[in-house]
């Protein structure tokens, strides 16, 4: 064997030596360039080749050449294993720790507003009242006359009532009522009553119903929103009277604030009933008493009673649009604001936070 391929033996055993102890790509590159780059070992001894003697640069030229190849073949190995090693630290430093304990999911709560909708529905329910939806663009024939709310009452003044294009839907909108006919002039409703004209237009008597949904009012300040929420009542028959009336209303008030409160029932005005009412609940920060540790109660004025509702015996009239004999069929009505009564029972001091977005609101009782 001659020297120069013994060398090539010497130069292959160091190469996988020295490649033992590469660890980076860095080290890896500096080791390539030094047996393959252009100084190298390998090209140092091609270029030497024409300084041998004849007959033993074939076999040194072969030589290096192979050893050229293992040595570009190893390289490669090597490389893919740093890589390797590479990628599976990253893995492990950025994997989840599976024994950690989980973060658990967010509970979401019902928005109170919702919460107190579904207790009012519940309650009378379980008393046999039926559920009515009416529409919240209404026409108004039902906001207003199918109720008796004569043509100059204020609140079909344009300041508290949002009319729809008024123009664009007609060349003259109030000519329709003047010559008798119903007017279909449309407007966002103002309550929930016009619901109680289209269940009387649609059901003979019993009738036993709530009507729950938005009503919508130019206002806008701590106690009124330009849309809330209200749940109309109705109920009809032959012999009802303001005892059925109160009674009704006493369980209901009981049932959704207390069993012991107070109620009372104080004389008042709306046209669609005959003799009106509103319904009074004793105050739920002082307990009726007007102070609280010697403090004026904010909430009440001093009075010790917080009002809740309106209600009433169905005024003839009423029934008379619905088409119903009134000397025959009475019956008694009641409208309560869902806002109100959340925030009575909540301490909820100002209507604007139900509709501010604000999570806690949210949060799970
Ligand atoms: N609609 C009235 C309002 O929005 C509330 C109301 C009062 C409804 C008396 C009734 C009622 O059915 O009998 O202020």
Redesign the pocket.
């Known amino acids: 064997m001659s020297t120069g391929v013994e060398n090539l033996a010497q130069l292959e055993s160091r190469f996988f030596d020295e490649i033992q102890s590469v660890t980076s790509e860095d080290l890896l590159n500096r080791l390539k360039s030094q047996y393959l780059g252009k100084q190298g070992f390998i090209s140092e001894i091609l270029r030497n080749l024409g300084q041998m003697p004849p007959e033993e640069r074939p076999k040194m030229g072969a030589g290096a050449n192979l050893l050229k190849k293992k040595i570009e073949e190893e390289c490669r190995t090597a490389l893919e294993k740093i890589q390797n090693l590479k990628k599976e630290k990253k893995i492990r430093e950025e994997s989840v720790d599976t024994s950690l304990p989980g973060r658990g999911l967010a509970e979401g709560g019902l928005h109170p507003l919702t919460q107190t909708l579904q207790e009012v529905q519940k309650i009378f329910k379980e008393i046999g009242f039926s559920i009515f939806e009416g529409p919240e663009i209404e026409t108004e024939y039902y906001n207003f006359e199918a109720?008796n709310i004569a043509e100059d009452h204020p609140a079909r003044d344009m300041q508290d009532t949002f009319y729809i294009n008024v123009v664009a839907h007609r060349g003259h909108p109030e000519s329709d009522t003047k010559q008798g006919r119903h007017s279909d002039l449309p407007l966002l409703r103002?309550?929930?009553?016009p619901v109680?004209a289209h269940v009387m237009k649609n059901h003979k008597p019993p009738i036993r119903m709530i009507a729950p949904g938005a009503?919508y009012r130019r206002d806008f300040d701590v106690s009124h929103t330009p849309m809330f929420h209200?749940v109309?009542?109705?109920v009809v028959d032959q012999d009802i009277q303001f005892s059925d009336l109160k009674g009704t209303l006493i369980y209901f008030l009981q049932s959704f604030f207390g069993e012991n409160l107070k109620v009372r029932f104080r004389s008042?005005y709306?046209p669609?009933?005959e003799p009106?009412a509103e319904a009074d609940i004793q105050c739920v920060i002082c307990q009726g008493k007007g102070h609280k540790n010697d403090v004026p109660c904010r909430l009440c004025k001093t009075t010790g009673w917080l009002e809740v509702?309106?209600?009433?015996m169905?005024h003839p009239g009423v029934f008379e649009k619905a088409g119903y004999d009134s000397k025959k069929i009475t019956g008694?009505?009641?409208?309560?604001?869902i806002e109100r009564l959340t925030m009575l029972k909540r301490g909820i001091p100002d209507i604007r936070l139900f509709y501010q977005n604000d999570l806690r609101f949210l949060n799970p009782l």
């Open positions: 109720l103002t309550h929930t009553s109680q009503v209200q109309e009542g109705l008042s709306f669609f009933t009106s509702m309106g209600c009433g169905v008694f009505a009641f409208g309560l604001g």
